[in-house]
């Protein structure tokens, strides 16, 4: 006989997220995933001029904060054929990779390592082993035995106080905690350091947009003026020193997250073969290096992996209403018309709440129990994120792509398979991080050559003016968000925007079933997941933690129906 647990709400991340699991025999065999918010962000835009709408959008999430105003701008860009100028498309990169490397050394250390992690464990580990530990896997220098020393009486402290503070409600002590306390107490170390460091690199943002979170933006280009001899632009002085951040985070991220993750995987070494769920991958790809049209010279291609085909790359057309539709079959909004799958171009957002009347103790899923519509590319439910980037990647034959991947197998001394799982994902979010690490210097050199060469152009004002647009206009704006393949859909009519549609990577991946019954990937992923303890499902975490949820930007406002009956105390 199954046992139905409820995980309400999922912490550790952005937004509002339920898992319902049903587990037989120690293991999970059925799952289920709601978002608990409704969206909205979409109705607010309607009858706005489009070029305000990065603005609105951005703000529908605090963490990946920038990646909505870049899919707002280049929606309307690709509706009024505006091209940007090279300066602008490197700063937008730098932006973007700088998003990237805080997003995800803060997932990884802050919101799910800790799954991993055992804290109170690390009040037990030797210092002076710690740091033979530590030095023996980098050259970090925060690594000394005195270090760890004062880092275990500092958490001591908090422990006999009673009160772990930012450490509380854990699992601590979960049999499924497997690290010695050594290397746990490296990775509180690395906790608090990352937090200290993340803050510093987020200083790029505010030096070409003003401000973090949620920097400025601009159809057309970027809202900073290069002259190296002015206060209040782009000069030599900031420059070096967004130069000298990006060195900085290159270091931390070779140095610190990259070794720690690497010396934490071979005691999860199981984690390997659990967590894979579907078998079909999407990425629209981005970073470009010759023009946004110039898509195969991106620095993340774009394509779609069908069946873990590596062999294979599918391209995916975002404007072709054949591929990409958005569902409501299972969630809480109705269609005017047919209530058949839409394109984005045509999608509505008509809230239409029939979920169960509080208080209830389970969802009712044979109906419609999410506040996200499910995504389908050409009737597939596919994952997105850093796995399916990785997975794009080196399907394409990129070298960097197979070095980092390759060296990660060997040094793990695991199969390929192992990609396809829990601990793969992870996994590829560092490895991307590395890469992006070095890109994002790439970037750098590029924007200060061509100010030496004289190009110190920012924005074009081409079809700036709504007196040049056509009546009637639509565009798409495409990118990878940390957490995965990010769209904005926009129709524009005398002006104003008539219909605009976000689809998120939190929709593709935390969507409820389709209308054939057809999981979507935190459901797939959750089969066949053992739990050691159903009252402490750390196992569900793990996975769903896997994919970085962030649900504030798949669906917005506040339900105000809604009703936690069952709460498990998930930290």
């Known amino acids: 006989m199954s046992n139905r647990i409820v995980v309400d709400p999922v912490t550790r991340i952005e937004g509002h997220l339920r898992v319902e699991a049903e587990i037989k025999d120690g293991k999970i065999v059925d799952a289920y995933s709601s978002g608990t918010m409704v969206r909205g962000i979409e109705i607010i835009l309607k009858g706005r001029d489009p070029r305000d709408a990065w603005a609105f959008t951005e703000r529908v999430c605090g963490v990946c904060t920038t990646v909505h105003a870049l899919a707002s701008v280049r929606s309307v860009e690709n509706a009024l054929n505006i091209v940007i100028p090279p300066n602008a498309e490197l700063i937008r990169n730098l932006m973007f990779c700088t998003q990237y490397m805080q997003d995800h050394v803060v997932h990884f250390y802050h919101l799910h390592a800790l799954d991993w992690v055992d804290v109170v464990s690390a009040l037990s580990a030797d210092p002076l082993k710690t740091s033979i530990i530590a030095q023996s896997i980098s050259s970090w220098p925060k690594s000394s035995p005195g270090y760890f020393s004062d880092l275990k009486k500092r958490l001591t402290k908090f422990v006999e106080s009673g009160q772990l503070g930012i450490f509380a409600n854990g699992y601590w002590g979960h049999k499924a905690y497997k690290l010695p306390p050594e290397v746990n107490l490296i990775g509180v170390a690395h906790y608090l350091e990352a937090l200290e460091w993340q803050k510093e690199i987020v200083k790029v943002h505010t030096i070409f947009g003003g401000k973090n979170p949620h920097p400025n933006y601009l159809v057309g280009g970027v809202p900073?003026?290069?002259?190296?001899?002015?206060?209040?632009?782009?000069?030599?002085?900031?420059?070096?020193?967004?130069?000298?951040?990006?060195?900085?985070?290159?270091?931390?991220?070779?140095?610190?997250?990259?070794?720690?993750?690497?010396?934490?995987?071979?005691?999860?070494?199981?984690?390997?073969?659990?967590?894979?769920?579907?078998?079909?991958y999407l990425c629209y790809g981005d970073l470009p290096t010759n023009g946004y049209a110039d898509v195969d010279n991106f620095k993340f291609p774009r394509g779609i992996i069908m069946n873990r085909d590596l062999s294979k790359l599918i391209p995916v057309d975002a404007t072709d209403p054949e591929q990409i539709q958005e569902s409501i079959a299972r969630s809480y909004y109705s269609y005017e018309g047919n209530q058949d799958p839409k394109h984005p171009w045509q999608g509505q957002t008509n809230l239409n709440y029939t979920g169960p009347k509080p208080p209830y103790d389970f969802l009712d899923v044979d109906n419609k129990y999410s506040w996200l519509k499910t995504l389908r590319w050409k009737g597939n439910a596919m994952e997105v994120g850093p796995l399916s980037r990785m997975?794009?990647?080196?399907?394409?034959?990129?070298?960097?792509?197979?070095?980092?991947?390759?060296?990660?197998?060997?040094?793990?001394?695991?199969?390929?398979?192992?990609?396809?799982?829990?601990?793969?994902?992870?996994?590829?979010?560092?490895?991307?991080?590395?890469?992006?690490?070095?890109?994002?210097?790439?970037?750098?050199?590029?924007?200060?050559?061509?100010i030496k060469n004289g190009d110190d152009r920012t924005f074009t004002k081409d079809m700036w003016e709504p007196s040049s647009w056509p009546s009637d206009a639509k565009g798409v704006g495409l990118t990878e968000a940390p957490r995965g393949a990010l769209a904005h859909w926009i129709v524009i009519k005398n002006q104003l925007i008539d219909n605009y549609q976000l689809v998120v990577p939190s929709t593709w991946n935390a969507s409820p079933r389709d209308e054939n019954g057809t999981r979507s990937a935190y459901e797939a992923s959750l089969i066949g997941t053992p739990i050691a303890d159903p009252e402490n499902p750390v196992e569900i975490l793990r996975t769903i933690h896997s994919f970085d949820p962030c649900i504030a930007c798949a669906v917005h406002l506040y339900d105000e129906k809604g009703s936690y009956v069952h709460q498990i105390q998930t930290f």
Do not use: H
């Not at 002259?227 to 020193?241: H, K, P, T, V």
């Not at 991307?432 to 050559?449: C, H, P, Q, R």
């Open 391 to 450: 997975l794009v990647g080196f399907a394409s034959g990129r070298e960097e792509y197979k070095e980092v991947v390759t060296w990660a197998l060997k040094t793990l001394n695991a199969p390929v398979e192992a990609l396809f799982s829990t601990l793969g994902r992870t996994a590829a979010r560092g490895l991307e991080t590395k890469l992006v690490s070095g890109w994002a210097l790439e970037f750098f050199d590029s924007l200060i050559a061509n």
């Open 224 to 280: 900073c003026s290069i002259n190296i001899n002015e206060n209040n632009a782009l000069n030599s002085e900031r420059l070096a020193y967004v130069g000298q951040l990006l060195k900085d985070a290159k270091t931390f991220i070779e140095q610190v997250y990259i070794p720690d993750l690497m010396a934490i995987a071979p005691y999860y070494l199981d984690w390997a073969g659990i967590g894979g769920g579907l078998s079909n």
